[in-house]
Every structure is written in structure tokens, then in C-alpha cells.
């Protein structure tokens, strides 16, 4: 029983037992009985008044606790609505995120072929990229990537070289944009369902795809740490120049 119920019935009980105690012992019922009838109705609305302003200060108490109460509870049915819909949101990343990775990698296929097949190096046969591109297709989408990161890597101590891999023809450049622009867009879809940045992070800096990112970002100039190191970049081609003139 609420505190508020038991104050207010124990009161009415001690009332109405002092009313009795007036009325029979001092009045006397007799007396009482015989009063005009607008006389007890003004000894009843006396005596009785009291207590129904005492109940409708419970009462109103009563609902505020009932109104908070279910105040409450709409806030924890919206807090669970959210988190709901967060999962779902969740959910529906991660299986988009599976769909990008693919994408990427055939992004990164088409470069990596570009760089060391026929129209590059000639190191990769066409019959040699047909059986990489069904490793990739059963479940590894970052054999490319990683392929290409290699490739890079080799390369590191030649600016002029890396900047030939990632941006050299036409078609290289517009893969790598198209790279750079589709992870991007992963990473922001990433920040909208990842509240502490886990998935984020674990992205950019734990996964193939990421540092493939970082490398590109690197040569384009934007990242100004060495994305394979992860200390501070060489300089870059175009800051050798720029430094160059500079001192003639």
C-alpha cells in the first residue's frame, strides 16, 4: 500500500472516530436527532469536508506518481525503440558493407590489372587474372587490395613510381577516385550507425581496404602520415619540387 493511502486512512479513521466521540458523548445522539435537517446537513458538511479535501490532495498526488510513472516508461519503450533501430541500422551496414567490399575489390582488379597486366608490366597473364578474380569472388574481396598495397610497397622509396601505379594513365586515375570516393562514402555511412567509432576505426586503420585508402590519400596529399609506417611521410614528389624552387 502507498504511503499516501495509509496517512490518509489512518486520519479518516482518528476523524471520523473524534466525530463519533463528539457526537455521541458530548451532543448526544438524542439531541442530534432531533436538530432541523439544515442543521445536520451543515454538521455533516463540517465534519466531512475536511476529509474530502484530504482525499483530493492524495488523489492528486496519486496521479502525479502515476504520471511520472508512466513517463518513465515511454522513455524506456523510446530508448528501446532506439536501440532497435540502431541494431537494424547496424544490421543493414554490415550487410551493405559486404556488397562495397566486393565493389572495391573489383575496383581495385581492374588497377591491379591495369598496373602489372598486358597494358602495364605484362607480369599477369589474362588467364592468370581470370583465376585471381575467382579467389576474389569466393570470399576474398581484398586479394586485389592487398595485391595492390604490395605493389605500392615495392615502390615506396620511389615517389615518382607510385604516383605512375595510382595515377598514371587515365584509367588508373579514375580508379582511384573511384576507389577513394566509394570508401568514403562507406566510411560516412560507417560514422551514422557507430557511435564510438569502433567500426570506423577498424576500417580505416585495421583493414586492407583502409590502408589502401590511406595510400591513395597519401599520394593525392591528404594523409601526411605514412600510411604503411604510420610515422611521418616521405615527402612527396610535388613537395620535392615546390622545395626546390624554392631554395633556387
Known amino acids: 500500500m502507498d504511503w499516501r493511502v495509509a496517512f490518509g486512512l489512518g486520519i479518516t479513521i482518528t476523524w471520523i472516530t473524534a466525530g463519533l466521540f463528539y457526537l455521541l458523548g458530548i451532543v448526544g445522539w438524542g439531541n442530534f436527532v432531533y436538530l432541523p435537517t439544515a442543521d445536520i446537513g451543515s454538521f455533516l458538511e463540517g465534519a466531512f469536508a475536511p476529509l474530502a479535501f484530504l482525499w483530493l490532495v492524495i488523489g492528486h498526488f496519486m496521479q502525479q506518481k502515476e504520471i511520472t510513472a508512466n513517463t ?67 570470399g576474398d574481396p ?29 584509367i588508373r586515375t579514375r580508379h582511384s577516385h573511384n576507389f577513394l570516393n566509394t570508401f568514403q562514402r562507406l566510411l560516412d555511412s560507417a560514422e551514422s550507425v557507430d557511435t564510438d ?43 620535392a619540387v615546390k622545395r626546390g624552387v624554392a631554395s633556387d
Open 72 to 138: 518513465k516508461a515511454i522513455n524506456i519503450q523510446e530508448m528501446s525503440a532506439r536501440r532497435l533501430e540502431l541494431h537494424s541500422r547496424r544490421d543493414s551496414y554490415f550487410k551493405l558493407l559486404s556488397l562495397v567490399q566486393d565493389q572495391l575489390g573489383a575496383i581495385a582488379s581492374f588497377h591491379y590489372m591495369s598496373v602489372v597486366g598486358p597494358t602495364g608490366t605484362g607480369e599477369l597473364s589474362s588467364d592468370d587474372f581470370t583465376d585471381l578474380r575467382s579467389q576474389s569472388s569466393n
Open 142 to 170: 581484398s586479394l586485389f587490395i592487398r595485391k595492390m598495397i604490395g605493389v605500392v610497397v615495392d615502390s615506396n622509396d620511389e615517389p615518382d613510381k607510385v604516383q605512375e601505379i595510382l595515377f598514371g594513365t587515365d
Open 197 to 239: 567509432r569502433m567500426v570506423t576505426d577498424a576500417l580505416l586503420y585495421g583493414s586492407a581496404f583502409g590502408i589502401y585508402y590511406r595510400i591513395l590519400r597519401h599520394a593525392e596529399g591528404d594523409e601526411r602520415m605514412n600510411p604503411i609506417t604510420g610515422i611521418m611521410a616521405v615527402q612527396s614528389h610535388a613537395e
